[in-house]
């Protein structure tokens, strides 16, 4: 083996780049998301409270064993 001297390492998620990303809700799906958001943990970030969930380990858990990937919302 040799190194190859052109090769730059690249990978899909990295650099981690952090984007803005509306989420457009009306507002049923607003007062939903109030009702269930952990406001306790997030405290008045939104955009965290959004994301939390799905970004927890349990969350992560719950996606990958879905259904084709959808979320499970039942509680084991």
């Known amino acids: ?3 190859d001297p ?4 690249e990978f899909p998620n990295t650099p981690i780049v952090v984007s803005e990303l ?5 507002a049923e799906e607003f007062a939903m ?3 269930v958001k952990r406001s306790d943990i ?3 970030d939104d955009a965290a ?3 939390g969930p799905a970004g927890s380990p349990g969350g992560r858990k ?3 064993q879905a ?3 959808a979320p499970s919302i039942e509680s084991k």
């Open 1 to 3: 083996m040799r190194r």
């Open 6 to 9: 052109a090769y730059k390492a």
């Open 22 to 26: 509306p989420v457009p809700l009306d």
């Open 33 to 35: 998301f109030n009702a």
């Open 42 to 44: 997030y405290g008045d």
């Open 49 to 51: 409270a959004l994301r």
């Open 62 to 64: 719950r996606f990958l």
């Open 67 to 69: 259904h084709a990937g």
